[in-house]
């Protein structure tokens, strides 16, 4: 309840002196830096909402260099940073020309660890490079369907376990432009409400009815699906053309995973359709690294429309969309994605495939299984030393996507500086990303982690804890088993 408090009154603070700084700069007494309306244009309707501006200008600025910071190397375990400072209280930075060396990095997506300049990912991308150059310079279906594309679309499909898969050169066009074309008006949506914003933006444009149910709750869940079925449209109660469930495998702001066994039993049971976003959790869970279908040990045609991405455990870019082959044949003809967008270069695509063969054994090494194990390893290991030491984490044991809970405003960017001071990289998050008073920091671990670098980056992150007053957990690690429900962790216990 103080935490609560006085995050609450630190916001209060905060903006009191916004609206003072607002009123000086208003009068010349302050120096105004943010951009303002020419005077000609001060009638218009402005561009942005207030409290958007409000918020960037008096919050957001005093904490902006703990984002966008520069770094000039792989994203891999470690990396380089160029240094900068700013001499007008974050408006503008400068660089100082030095390069921070070897920062372990506890932000990127790299949870194979596949970002790398060598290896064989990087010889077969370079060698495809040299053949077929960096772009295609057309769409897949006028000039750039490559032999490669093929490829990576049937070795998709056989890892997913599924009948055909299509790629996409873009993670977040593979949500926002395939919805649409999925369902329309008199189509009913299902979301969750943390879902990321790929998804919120893919059922907006398609038109269809949304309607949203609390986080992994599987009651508010099957209360919407018994709404629609015994109402059905409004006014006119005619039943609903598709009810089709969005979710995610593992939810990138809360580490939680979805509880995919009854969603999929609530899916069977009002005849309705399932979009599983794999994004986060494709590569990074499950005994096989197939995803959280692959975790829970459920078949992939339960799942109707199986989305992911390369550019998280793959190290790559781009997006896939899995499932039958009429769905796939129909997204090749009316997806916006497949129509419009230039097709994926050939280097990222080789990036995919090479990777995707070593996780699935086909290169004759066990090194891909060796790291989706490495990762379970690394991840378990580092959030339950967090727990010992008192923070309040969220999300599933086995979700390599870590928050950190730090409530307060002025804490995310103290963590962030502080973190860097000690050569450590760290993500840090506020509002409008999360809720306004759940500040966080974002762990994300990867298998290129030693054990070495982990205990590093947790001596480091347990002394600022303590200099932050950051351990606000009342009680210490709970036994698993102990642990009563909630709404944000599903944990798979054994009778």
Known sequence: MLVAVLTYVGYGVLTLFGYLRDFMR????????????????KDFVPLYQDFENFYNRNLYMRIRDSWNRPICSVPGAKVDMMERVSHDYNWTFTYTGRVIKDIINMGSYNYLGFAQKTGACQEAAAEVLS????????TRQEMGNLDKHEELEKLVARFLGVESAMAYGMGFATNSMNIPALV????????????????VLGARLSGATIRIFKHNNMQSLEKLLKD?????????????????????GI?????????????????????SYLYLDEAHSIGALGPSGRGVVDYFGLDPEDVDVMMGTFTKSFGAAGGYIGGKKELIDYLRTYSHSAAYATSMSPPVVEQIIT??????????????????????ENTRYFRR?????????????????????????????????????????????????????????RFC?????????????????????????????RRRLVPLLDRPFDETTYEETED
């Open 228 to 248: 629609a079925i015994v109402h059905g449209q409004p006014r006119t109660r005619r039943p609903w053309k598709k009810i089709l469930i969005l979710v995610e």
């Open 184 to 199: 329309g008006k008199g189509c009913l949506i299902l979301s969750d409400e943390l879902n990321h914003a790929s998804l």
């Open 355 to 376: 990777s995707v063969k070593c996780i699935m054994g086909e290169d004759g090494t066990t090194i891909g299984r060796a790291r989706v194990q490495q990762l379970a």
């Open 385 to 441: 030393r967090l727990k010992e030491m008192g923070f309040i984490i969220y999300g599933n044991e086995d979700s390599p996507v870590v928050p950190l809970m730090l409530y307060m405003p002025a804490k995310i960017g103290a963590f962030g500086r502080e973190m860097l001071k000690r050569n450590i990289g760290v993500v840090v998050v506020g509002f409008p990303a999360t809720p306004i008073i759940e500040s966080r920091a």
């Open 251 to 271: 939810y990138s702001m809360e580490g939680s995973i979805v509880r995919l066994p009854e969603v999929i039993a609530l899916k069977k049971k009002y005849k």
């Open 131 to 138: 053949q077929y150059g960096a772009g295609v310079c057309s």
């Open 26 to 41: 208003q009068w010349k007494i302050e120096k105004c830096q943010n951009a303002t309306e020419r005077e000609e244009q």
């Open 445 to 473: 671990l990867s298998a290129a982690h030693t054990k070495e670098m982990l205990d590093t980056a947790l001596k480091e992150i347990n002394e600022v804890g303590d200099l932050l007053q950051l351990k606000y957990s």
